[in-house]
């Protein structure tokens, strides 16, 4: 085979490895050869994520205004593009930005709007464009051995930049374009607008493969500013409640995660991890990571004559194993698994929730006279804090006749009312996927075990590349006046629409 040849198919494996899971139609997508065997190119990826949503509230929620025991409502939950180009073989430039959690209420830029939201901050209008990742990146031992084309089983990669490649789990560093469920679980983003930016710090890292089957990457990166104010009930200090501050701090971020791979190997040219790969791959890795944050929180403590401040370093830790198995033969079955536990030590009693495109506001219904949840309003719940988390997903391909069906090809250009046959017919297999994933939190700050549960199904137009998503989610309920012990759950029902190009 020719060394054009080579590189031809090796440009377009790390394209499909990269993105997969999608449509024989869509080939290798929106990519730019530089040069004619296309080891040089520019890649765009362009998508959306749209939500519509039936949440069932939190006790005591308002939104714009008015009491809500359910809000029924439509977001983008993500609008993005991507690009990033491979212009000589040592060198990737990437650059990634858009949109998110944009909704009637909220998610817009101050002054976005003045039809009935005021341009505040809560302005759902004109959402402000940023950027997600942006860097550089440099092949110090690349993969492919530039000489002879063959693969090399070290390979290392360095880059700065604003950067996604996380330590601690898979799923830190987890693709939104290939999820098994509707989304991330969040918490796999434990500094999820706190100390980065969308998941993304300033750093520099490494990356790469040692002996061929380990995959690794580290950084060392500096975190964003916090200063959140450390609490205080009638003015005095509350005692060992940690909360997001690492003001004065000059420390940096250390983070490495490091996976297995004893079937399949997958692409790490970009560092967006996949979710399910619909019956296309065998994988089965597993995985452990670290982050370490000095200095990342801050709370009160007595010691023994006044009540002084204390920093607190944050240590992360996680092991994981995720496993897509196709099995059936031609019924392309596919038995999909990933399971972590995360332990978090943040300092004492810290905690942090969490409500995706949350349109409730932060005050009570001043005529609802019951107990109010824990998490606060809208459909808030628990994130992390101090303790451990064990999420498990697992999903199961229907086989391939579940849904095929013929289609017709285009009529013949004539138009003729005699010749009504359509040439190009075809088999067009639709795929149908079913999911369900459990969450236990055992944090400090609440002192119990709490359960969360999503069940749900992926319909496949096209692979990822166009699916619908239908999810049903069940959030922990946990009132303020039952020593924080979860009263069953509310409700929340997700249908997602996703294409990407």
């Given at each position: 085979m020719s060394r054009t040849l080579k590189t031809s198919l090796l440009a377009l494996a790390?394209?499909?490895?990269?993105?997969?899971?999608?449509?024989?139609?869509?080939?290798?997508?929106?990519?730019?050869?530089?040069?004619?065997?296309?080891?040089?190119?520019?890649?765009?990826?362009?998508?959306?994520?749209?939500w519509s949503r039936a949440i069932e509230m939190n006790p005591g929620s308002v939104v714009n205004g008015q009491p809500v025991d359910w809000l029924y409502d439509i977001g983008i939950r993500r609008a993005r593009m991507l690009a990033y180009a491979q212009i000589n073989k040592r060198f990737l430039i990437l650059t990634h930005f858009g949109i998110n959690n944009q909704t009637f209420i909220n998610g817009g830029a101050p002054m976005g709007g003045m039809t009935g939201n005021g341009g505040t901050f809560t302005s759902g209008k004109k959402p402000g464009i940023f950027f997600h990742d942006v860097w550089n990146e440099y092949a110090v031992v690349p993969s492919i051995n530039p000489e002879t084309n063959k693969a090399n089983k070290n390979s290392l990669y360095i880059g700065?930049?604003?950067?996604?490649?996380?330590?601690?789990?898979?799923?830190?560093?987890?693709?939104?374009?290939?999820?098994?469920?509707?989304?991330?679980?969040?918490?796999?983003?434990?500094?999820?607008?706190?100390?980065?930016?969308?998941?993304?710090?300033?750093?520099?890292?490494?990356?790469?493969?040692?002996?061929?089957?380990?995959?690794?990457?580290?950084?060392?990166?500096?975190?964003?500013?916090?200063?959140?104010?450390?609490?205080?009930?009638?003015?005095?200090?509350?005692?060992?409640?940690?909360?997001?501050?690492?003001?004065?701090?000059?420390?940096?971020?250390?983070?490495?995660?490091f996976m297995w791979q004893f079937l399949d190997k997958e692409s790490n040219v970009l560092p967006f991890t996949v979710g399910t790969y619909v019956g296309t791959k065998r994988v089965f890795n597993i995985g452990g990571g670290f982050q370490r944050m000095p200095n990342a929180t801050k709370h009160f403590v007595y010691n023994g004559e006044d009540t002084v401040i204390s920093s607190n370093t944050a240590n992360i830790a996680g092991l994981d194993v995720f496993l897509d198995l196709p099995f059936g033969g031609a019924s392309n079955q596919a038995f999909t698994l990933y399971s972590v536990l995360y332990n978090h030590q943040w300092g004492p009693n810290y905690y942090r929730t969490v409500g995706i495109m949350n349109e409730a506001s932060t005050l009570k219904d001043p005529n609802y006279t019951g107990a109010i949840s824990f998490n606060g309003f809208g459909n808030t719940r628990p994130l992390i804090g101090t303790g451990q988390i064990w999420y498990t997903q697992i999903g199961y391909l229907l086989p391939k006749k579940f849904l095929a069906k013929k289609v017709r090809g285009e009529q013949p250009l004539n138009g003729s009312p005699i010749i009504n046959h359509y040439p190009n017919t075809k088999t067009r297999i639709d795929r149908i996927q079913l999911f369900g994933a459990y969450t236990l939190h055992n944090l400090e700050r609440i002192g119990v075990p709490v359960h969360s549960i999503d069940v749900g199904f992926n319909y496949f137009i096209a692979g990822h590349h166009a699916k619908i998503t239908l999810q049903y989610s069940a959030r922990p309920h946990i009132p303020i006046d039952n020593g924080l012990r979860q009263e069953g759950f509310k409700s929340e029902f997700i249908l997602q629409t996703q294409v990407f190009l």
């Open positions: 790390v394209v499909y490895q990269t993105y997969g899971q999608g449509s024989e139609e869509y080939g290798s997508g929106l990519k730019i050869n530089i040069d004619q065997n296309g080891s040089k190119y520019v890649r765009f990826i362009i998508w959306n994520q749209i700065t930049g604003l950067h996604y490649w996380h330590g601690v789990s898979r799923m830190t560093s987890a693709s939104t374009l290939n999820f098994l469920a509707v989304d991330a679980p969040i918490f796999n983003w434990f500094t999820i607008e706190f100390a980065d930016q969308f998941a993304r710090y300033f750093g520099i890292y490494a990356k790469g493969n040692l002996f061929d089957r380990l995959d690794y990457r580290v950084h060392l990166s500096r975190p964003f500013a916090t200063n959140l104010e450390l609490p205080r009930s009638n003015g005095l200090p509350i005692l060992d409640r940690a909360v997001e501050n690492n003001t004065g701090s000059n420390s940096w971020i250390q983070a490495g995660y």
